[in-house]
């Protein structure tokens, strides 16, 4: 009465002439039920890859469209800096500051539903105690930062460039 046993690679003919001999024994290769389900899993997971490079496509398409709806705002406020003495490289440096500050801050809030997110599937769907990923919190909010205070900064160049009077002729004001 065997239920289980392993087999070793080299003997796997062996299987053939167990099933000839004793018809009435099933037997199952656990190895190649494994492995179907590793290549599930590894379907699944590059189906969750290629949706999670959609969001991110999808967020910094957001992101240029925020940017560009605010642009007449940004060079107002530009504009009006560089009437009360500001430079170019002052301006420069406070919308670098800014974009960075909103993208930690958006890297955190990630962060947080993420981690919110894998704890709840931890604890109700795998049944498993949740972790803490610590490198979600160190790559998101630095990630973030860096990603759109690119971004933002790349895009108001033209702002910080125009003339004072052209910029506060955007909202009407001259």
Request: proline share 4%; charged share 15%.
């Amino acid at each position: 009465y065997i239920t289980a046993f392993h087999l070793p690679d080299e003997e796997q003919g062996l299987i053939r002439q167990l099933v000839s001999d004793f018809p009435g024994v099933s037997l199952i290769n656990v190895d190649a039920i494994l492995g179907q389900v590793r290549d599930v899993l590894t379907q699944v997971t590059r189906a969750i890859e290629l949706v999670l490079v959609l969001v991110l496509l999808a967020g910094v398409s957001v992101l240029y469209a925020a940017l560009t709806a605010s642009q007449p705002v940004r060079a107002h406020e530009s504009g009006l800096l560089r009437v009360f003495g500001a430079g170019q490289r002052m301006i420069s440096r406070v919308q670098g500051a800014e974009y960075a500050l909103l993208g930690f801050a958006s890297g955190l809030m990630g962060a947080v539903l993420a981690e919110v997110a894998t704890a709840a599937l931890y604890l109700y769907w795998l049944e498993l105690p949740p972790r803490f990923h610590l490198t979600l919190w160190l790559t998101l909010p630095l990630g973030g930062a860096l990603l759109i205070g690119f971004i933002g900064h790349a895009l108001s160049r033209g702002l910080r460039r125009q003339a004072p009077a052209a910029s506060l002729g955007l909202l009407g004001e001259a």
